[in-house]
């Protein structure tokens, strides 16, 4: 019986080769995205999945009116926590910092460093390989090294340099060397090489100033998390309540949250360790799931519109005594052959373009087979019950009588549900459309955008000192001596917050002698030139000058934002007085400068005030240095730059640098990465549906070709008869862009919110959507139509 149906099942594929050809692409298509989506969503949901504790360790974020969620603790927060809550077991630190020079001897190691807190390896158990685990951090001045690490800095023999001493760069004192371990291979944000003892939680001055940390709990397992979130936000406010100028506002905003471990990677609220955008991440994979909804929706169309020319062959086995039964399960069968051919050819397909996805994504991905082949297996269930059953259930229900007399044709059941599901595949083909040419005005809009500022030819090189101090400030001024009077550089200057990589360093900003006028503000330390070399304008006042002594003490430049938010305009700015909530000094505003980007365009220009860097509290806070370099000079003087650091300034250290302008072009990478996916999404959509449409227009109208060649005969054109068949398809399809409108508004709306310099919703894109589908139709449909308008009259009227 089965060999019976499978030679029927090939024999029909044949006979309807093209409809196969188009059910089988749509369906690979189909399967392809919805099998790779599901696991990419499986790999970022596998982080921390190795750790044994992963259901007890949670991370602590802090919710604060005026930073938003921040993912660093204060560390009498995580000190104190374990002694008031009984719920919590521990906490530690964890805090991942730069890269870090380690020398023993002759021999030295740059690798990934961490400071972490006593009880590091409790919480997250490394493999062991030498020391104890229980012990390596309860003395200070202590480090852990991974295999790499320890290999480079002890060779073969590594396993017993357990106790010897390591030097760190820049540091005067030495490290005990107190465990070796091993990094995991599964996905995890734990993977330094260098594990550094920190006092953070010992030193009782910092205590609830230093927000700074990056802390976990150990949490019993029946604890109720949203009543421990609820008592350590109390905690938190009487922290906070020290601070000046906290309103009651304030405290009701200011909260703790607790993410699980193995949760961290796709539901942490700040952009603690990469978070992955969940909300691109349940798109994407929604759009999977609807192509393959699509693809299976062809299957079904094109089968319903074929039933017609097997109704005679349904009709004859039941004349002959089949069961409805035994038909269904036919068709059934055929079904299942036909999707285990496009699953082959979809795993097929993976394989080939999975190393251009985790490029394009950014990730490390392998596929587990052993996984893929359930998961397949359940899509491949699915698909055949959905796509299989109901073309069987509708040809089973066929009536012999009927269908040998050749009457199904008139039945209207079956064009309606054609009709219904040709109409569904367009407004999700009319949404897409949409969607595409919103998201690709967005985002030529934000890299459109004028930033405020000129970062052409700026080079920006790090400083590797993981701290900093006085030793980055005499590298600056020593770069600054020697490169100033260079022909091939044009400036040089610095900046606590550089653009494209804000550091968050803020303060309260309180207006004299009226201190209820207040404001938030980013600290922006900056030398004296930096405006001018970034053509970053003044638009009151003036700009910093070296001449003036009192630049450098307490004069102040504030930008458009602050002014505003302090109910100043800039020119009634100038000469006002200010108090800084970091040190308590007043200081004078000298100057407005018109607002600039920092940071990322999908957040709001911050209020910020600027001031020299050589005083106040970022005084000697040196991270790097920026260099303004002759267009035409660039290739000759990068290199040399570069062998002045690793000769004269950073010996042993990696040249880490980056040009400006490219720099914070990264930060549209995001939007132009959904902008692609969202056209290949899009491409893929509306082929399925114009290839699902090919066929079913080719296929209706087959079924029509007696009633052309009868119109012919009485006399009608070509072009009336191509408009004839033609109609339904563009009326369904207008009525069909109609609805998606409303439905495609809502949801690129939603989309639109995540931006603060956001494109009023355009008309044009609806417009464009309909004319677009309704010209495709036409093409498409008409193609077929003109065809069956050059019929043989003969062979359709020799019967009649």
């Known amino acids: 019986m089965l060999r019976n149906w499978l030679k029927i099942a090939f024999k029909n594929y044949r006979k309807n080769w093209l409809s196969t050809l188009i059910n089988l692409l749509g369906l690979t298509l189909g399967l392809t995205g919805i099998i790779l989506m599901i696991a990419y969503w499986d790999y970022e949901s596998s982080f921390e999945d190795w750790n044994p504790n992963k259901e007890k360790i949670y991370f602590a974020e802090n919710e604060m009116s005026y930073y938003g969620y921040m993912p660093m603790s204060s560390a009498k927060q995580l000190r104190d926590a374990p002694k008031l809550f009984p719920a919590i077991e521990s906490s530690v630190v964890y805090n991942r910092g730069s890269e870090i020079l380690l020398k023993n001897g002759l021999k030295s190691f740059y690798g990934q460093g961490a400071y972490v807190s006593e009880g590091f390896f409790e919480f997250f158990p490394l493999k062991h390989i030498a020391g104890d685990f229980s012990n390596a951090f309860k003395q200070k001045n202590t480090v852990a090294l991974s295999i790499q690490g320890a290999q480079r800095l002890f060779g073969d023999d590594y396993k017993n340099a357990i106790g010897s001493v390591i030097l760190q760069e820049g540091k005067e004192e030495g490290l005990v060397l107190t465990a070796i371990y091993e990094n995991p291979y599964e996905q995890t944000f734990i993977q330094s090489d260098i594990l550094i003892r920190t006092t953070v939680l010992n030193d009782t001055e910092a205590l609830n100033k230093n927000f700074s940390n990056y802390g976990f709990y150990k949490v019993q397992p029946t604890t109720n998390i949203q009543k421990l979130e609820d008592d350590l936000s109390i905690e938190l406010r009487k922290i906070t309540a020290s601070f000046e100028n906290q309103t009651e506002e304030d405290k009701k905003h200011t909260h703790v949250k607790l993410t699980r471990l193995d949760h961290l990677k796709l ?148 064009i309606w549900l054609r009709n219904f599901i040709l109409s569904f595949q367009i407004i999700f083909s009319s949404c897409f459309i949409i969607g595409s040419l919103i998201i690709h005005q967005q985002v030529e809009h934000i890299m459109n955008k004028d930033l405020g500022f000129d970062a052409n030819q700026i080079v920006h090189i790090n400083f590797n000192n993981d701290y900093y101090g006085i030793d980055n400030m005499r590298k600056y001024e020593l770069i600054k001596d020697f490169y100033q009077k260079n022909p091939n550089v044009e400036d040089i200057s610095y900046s606590f917050s550089n653009i494209g990589k804000w550091i968050s360093a803020s303060s309260i900003v309180m207006a004299i002698p009226d201190s209820t006028i207040n404001s938030i503000a980013g600290a922006g330390a900056i030398d004296l030139n930096y405006f001018s070399m970034f053509d970053i304008p003044i638009i009151e006042g003036r700009d910093f000058n070296v001449h003036i002594s009192s630049d450098t003490i307490n004069n102040v430049i504030i930008n458009e934002s602050l002014s505003q938010h302090l109910g100043w305009n800039p020119a009634d700015a100038i000469k006002k007085r200010i108090k800084l909530g970091f040190d308590g000094n007043v200081y004078n505003i000298i100057g407005v400068v018109k607002d600039f980007h920092i940071s990322s365009l999908e957040e709001e220009i911050s209020p910020m005030v600027f001031f020299y860097y050589g005083s106040l509290f970022t005084k000697n806070n040196v991270n790097g240095v920026d260099i303004k370099l002759k267009p035409e000079k660039i290739e000759q003087i990068l290199p040399e730059i570069q062998k002045f650091f690793e000769t004269e300034i950073e010996p042993g250290y990696p040249f880490d640098y980056y040009f400006v302008d490219k720099e914070f072009a990264k930060t549209f990478e995001k939007y132009q990465k959904q902008r692609t996916l969202f056209l290949i999404l899009n491409g893929i959509v509306l082929l399925v549906a114009l290839l699902g449409l090919f066929a079913l ?95 043989n009259l003969i062979k359709y009227l020799k019967y009649e």
């Open 697 to 791: 227009s080719a296929l209706m109208i087959e079924q029509k070709l007696k009633t052309v060649a009868i119109k012919k005969t009485l006399g009608a054109s070509d072009r009336l008869l191509v408009f004839d068949l033609t109609k339904q398809f563009l009326i369904i399809t207008a009525i069909a862009v109609l609805i998606s409108i409303p439905i495609s508004y809502y949801f690129m709306n939603e989309w639109l919110q995540d931006f603060a310099y956001r494109i009023d919703m355009p008309w044009w894109p609806y417009v464009l959507s309909l004319i677009l589908l309704l010209v495709l139709t036409f093409l498409v449909v008409s193609i077929k139509a003109y065809r069956a308008t050059q019929v």
């Open 267 to 414: 539901h942490s609220r700040s952009n603690a360790y990469n978070k992955t955008d969940i909300k691109t991440l349940k798109t994407l994979t929604a759009l999977a799931f609807i192509i393959l909804l699509l693809s299976s929706i062809n299957v079904i169309n094109i089968n319903t519109a074929l039933a017609v020319n097997r109704a005679k062959e349904v009709g004859v086995r039941k004349a002959l005594g089949s069961s409805k039964s035994a038909i269904m399960l036919q068709f059934i069968f055929e079904a299942m052959i036909f999707s285990v051919l496009a699953l082959i050819l979809s795993i097929a397909t993976i394989g080939v373009i999975l190393p251009y996805f985790n490029v394009f994504m950014e990730i490390d991905m392998d596929l587990d087979y052993v996984q893929l082949f359930y998961i397949s297996i359940l899509i491949l269930f699915t698909i055949i019950l959905f796509s299989g059953l109901i073309p069987a259930i509708y040809m089973a229900n066929f009536k012999p009588i009927k269908t040998l007399k050749g009457n199904f044709n008139r039945s209207s059941r079956g």
